[in-house]
Each structure stands twice: as C-alpha cells, then as structure tokens.
C-alpha cells in the first residue's frame, strides 16, 4: 500500500508516536468509534471475530511507521500472519486491500485464507515448541532458586513453629443427631443448640474470612492473628516465631475441608441467620436451614465431597446417610 492513498490523518492526530494506543484481544478498539461509523466499526469487528474463530488470531504487535502511524499485526501465539493493519479515518487496510465495503471484505479474508499455508502451521509450531521448552526451562530454574531460598530459610526455622494451621471444628453427627431427636420430642436444650450452632458458626466464620485473605495472596498467623501479604517466595515469616509457607497453607485450607462461601453462599447466609438468632426457635431455624441447604446440595449430584462435609464430622456417606435421615424421619 503507496504512503498518501488513505486518509489517516485524523489517526496519527490521535495518537502520535510518543501516544501509543492500547489494544484488546478481540480487535475491538472503543477509540475508534471517535471517527469510524458504525457501519465501518462493525465490519472491522466482524472480520477480526472470524480471523480468531477460523484461525485462532489474535490483533497484536503493534508498531510505528512515519507514514501510517500506529499498525497492528494478526498473529497466533505470537506468530505473525498479517503483518499490515492499517487504521484509516474512514476505513482499514489489511497489507494491500483498502476495506471499505463488503467486497473488500471478502477479499481482506480470502487473502488471509491464502497466507494460511502449510508453510505458516509448520513455523508456528517450530516457534510453539521452541517457546514451550524455553518456558519450561526458566520454570526450572525458577523451581530449583524458589527451592533453595526455601531451604535457606528453613535451616533457621524451629520444625515446631512451620506450618501450624488451626481450623474451627466440624460439628459432630452425634450432637446434631441427639439435637434433632430431643427437638421433636419437644425437648428444648438450648445449651445443646447453642454446641452445634457455635460450631458451625465459628467453623463457616473461618471459612470466609480466610477464603477471602487466600484469594487477595494474604494469609492470617494462627497463633497471634496477624495478617500478612505473602512474599514471592511464598515464606511467611511471623514477628511472633511462626513460620509458614503460603501454598502449604492452601493446601491445609483444602485438606480441613473448609466451608468457603465464595463457592457456596448459604454458609456466609447461616452465618448472618447465626448472629441475629436469639431464642432457641430461631437458632433451631439457622441450623435447620443449613442442614436443608446441605441436603439440596447433596442431591444436586455434585461430584466429590459436597457442602455437608464442609460442616460436619464423618466421611461422605456417614454425613450423607445423616442427612437423608434428618430430611425424611
């Protein structure tokens, strides 16, 4: 395409070369509503969708020319295909075609049906594959530095204080059992709902309050409380002695079987209902209530331990078997 056939000037005006515009994955740029029409807009945006659909690419590696301005490139992977986009007042070009209408559409996508050649898939993926080993080689390295920081600091550390996680309790089957029974026989124990609330309450408390410092990568000492915002070695080192490491951590959380009410709410609903419960009638509601959400969630067919065993002591078929026998007798 000859430098002074389109109108760019308006783009260049724009954004100059110390200017540099941000683009999106998708092709659809919002700057340029500034001065295409809809119609124009649309197309552009149409023809990457299908580039991406049919082919995988993606509008990218931008770069700066005297004559056109800011060009952007279609690529896979980082792969170049079309090396040419231009961005024009009224228009785009794609290498040498000028797409105004339709017509220049159809042309724009056939001469990229015509750069897709064997020829590109085979660079592609040498570059792939090439690209892949480097990742995992650096991966490595990264992996064995990581380590040995790792061990360095642990050579120092006292085994008594690494990685001692406190998680509430679950309830037992045995109280929530005697609980219920006592309750139909029109035996109020208040003392006995209070032990099967609270243990719900504190365990489903936890599980929200350390889900929501496990998601921001902050961990909560649980010995003195203190929170901490984890390292790029993922070594948590607390002023009063513990130490921990901030994966090991995660994997405690999933281990103890959390209660997380990012994934279920009705644990962060219990919660609410707990702490506005006075009289043994309303906690008798709060529990029952997430007894009930926990048995719609066991026959949702969930796959692996579901929302019960979050709560309650046992394996999946004695909390399951505890369950159907609370919603049935």
């Known amino acids: 395409m000859k430098n002074g056939k389109m109108n760019n000037s308006k783009w260049i005006e724009k954004f100059d070369k110390n200017n540099r515009p941000h683009n999106s994955n998708n092709g659809m740029l919002g700057f340029w509503e500034d001065f295409w029409t809809d119609e124009t807009l649309k197309m552009f945006g149409d023809f990457s969708n299908e580039l991406n659909k049919k082919y995988g690419l993606d509008l990218t590696h931008i770069n700066y020319s005297v004559a056109y301005g800011w060009k952007f490139k279609y690529s896979k992977s980082g792969v170049i ?20 209408s339709r017509e220049d559409y159809i042309k724009a996508i056939a001469h990229v049906n ?86 719900m309450y504190a365990r489903c408390l936890q599980g929200r309050d350390e889900t929501t410092l496990n998601y921001s990568g902050k961990l909560l000492c649980h010995n003195c409380k203190k929170v901490h915002i984890s390292p790029s070695n993922g070594v948590i080192l607390c002023s009063c002695g513990y130490t921990y490491i901030f994966h090991e951590y995660r994997k405690s959380f999933q281990k103890a079987r959390m209660p997380s009410g990012a994934a279920t709410p009705f644990f962060n609903e219990f919660i609410s209902k707990w702490e506005k419960a006075k009289t043994y009638h309303d906690k008798m509601l709060a529990i029952d209530y997430v007894i009930h959400e926990c048995h719609l969630n066991m026959i949702s067919n969930v796959k692996r331990s579901f929302a019960g065993c979050n709560l309650i002591q046992g394996t999946k078929k004695q909390v399951s078997e505890l369950i159907l026998d609370l919603a049935y007798n």
């Open 81 to 100: 295909l079309v090396k040419n986009v231009y961005i024009f007042d009224d228009c785009f070009g794609i290498d040498e075609i000028v797409v105004k």
């Open 114 to 199: 015509s750069l897709y050649t064997d020829d590109f898939l085979k660079e592609y993926e040498e570059k792939r594959l090439k690209r892949n080993a480097k990742q995992a080689e650096r991966g490595k390295r990264l992996m064995a530095r990581r380590k040995e920081e790792l061990n360095k600091v642990l050579e120092s550390i006292e085994p008594e204080k690494l990685n001692k996680f406190k998680w509430s309790p679950c309830v037992s089957r045995h109280s929530i059992k005697r609980l219920y029974n006592l309750n139909a026989k029109l035996i109020y124990d208040e003392e006995l709902a209070d032990e099967v609330g609270y243990t």
